[in-house]
């Protein structure tokens, strides 16, 4: 991709009649940064660079929808792979286990998390780490968008990222989230205690061919999981979680009581009651789901 990114710069360039020392000047960098950029050797160009060259060059945004594809460079094989599956996915089932899953957090969250990276390098790394992570939310507002299903720790609410104002709007986007046929939000209370997710979050993917995959991610790991076996076992850890957690109504009851600041006072259903409500929304939605009007999540192919 930055090969790509270096050819469009070089094409461009050579159209508008520019050299690399005028369309450096124009960028504010030195000829050798735009001669790094043409030949994709040296650094990637930052995002402030991209935006730079597109208004010069008249790109009509071009260079900057291709940035997100050559900042990914940077990224390990394995976390490349897993963003490409997810991109592909037609389900997507997460377990958070410390903060509000990528595709649902607001940017000023999304700032707050990734400002808390102890090696990151600049406030323009920051702003491209964040641009980066609401680029992958539109996935979910295209029409081939997956089915999202997030069960989110009890902890994920408690914790304050960023403010009182910022965890506010945070939440509000959940429930505004949730609100939509293709998303469903449960919460997994404290009281369920020790479960075989415990060490980090938790991604399942399912892609268009029926087959899965599976992520796990803690604060400085993250492993991609492709051999069936292991997915099966992620997959069945997954389902005891979903099983365990709040039914998806009982858990928007639970994110406006943190919202509304009664946290603390809150009453966590028992489990004979969330057996009770869960049971009620199976009638209502024909035993589908538990929560009606939605779309059933796809079932695996068998495999031969």
């Keep these: 991709m930055a090969a790509l990114f270096g050819a469009r710069v070089r094409r461009l360039r050579t159209a ?16 050798t940064r735009i ?10 160009p930052t995002l402030e660079l991209a935006r730079a060259l597109d208004a010069v060059l008249g790109a009509d945004h071009l260079l900057v929808d291709l940035w997100p594809y050559v900042y990914r460079e940077a990224f ?3 976390s490349r792979k897993f963003m490409a599956h997810a991109e592909r996915a037609v389900a997507i089932r997460e377990y958070a286990a410390h903060v509000v899953p990528g595709l649902l957090q607001t940017e000023d969250y999304a700032r707050a ?20 992570r609401m680029g992958r939310q539109e996935r979910l507002r295209l029409p081939d968008r997956p089915e999202l299903w997030a069960i ?9 990222i960023g403010g009182s104002a910022v965890m506010r709007m945070q939440l509000e ?3 505004d989230a949730a609100e939509q046929r293709h998303i469903t939000v449960q919460v997994l209370p404290f009281d369920q205690g020790g479960h075989a997710a415990m060490g980090g979050s938790l991604t399942v993917l399912t892609l268009p061919d029926g087959s899965e995959v599976a992520y796990t991610e803690g604060a400085d790991y993250g492993q991609l999981i492709e051999e069936t076996t292991e997915v099966d076992r992620y997959r ?6 979903r099983a365990a957690a709040l039914p998806p109504l009982m858990s928007l009851d ?47 192919r068998p495999r031969p």
């Design 152 to 160: 989110l720790d009890e902890a994920v609410l408690r914790r304050p």
């Design 173 to 175: 986007r959940l429930l």
């Design 35 to 44: 001669t790094q950029i043409e030949r994709a050797s040296g650094a990637k």
């Design 16 to 31: 508008a009649g520019l050299t690399q020392a005028e369309l450096g000047r124009r960028t504010h960098v030195v000829s």
């Design 76 to 78: 390990p094989d394995w």
């Design 254 to 300: 639970m994110i406006r009581c943190v919202m509304e600041g009664n946290h603390r006072g809150a009453r966590v259903p028992s489990r004979s009651e969330r057996r009770r409500v869960a049971q009620e929304q199976l009638q209502q939605s024909g035993g589908r789901q538990l929560r009606g009007g939605g779309r059933r999540l796809p079932r695996p």
């Design 113 to 132: 998390v990734l400002s808390l990276d102890a090696l990151l390098a600049s406030d323009e790394q920051l702003e491209e780490r964040v641009t980066a």
């Design 236 to 241: 069945v850890i997954y389902d005891r979680l």
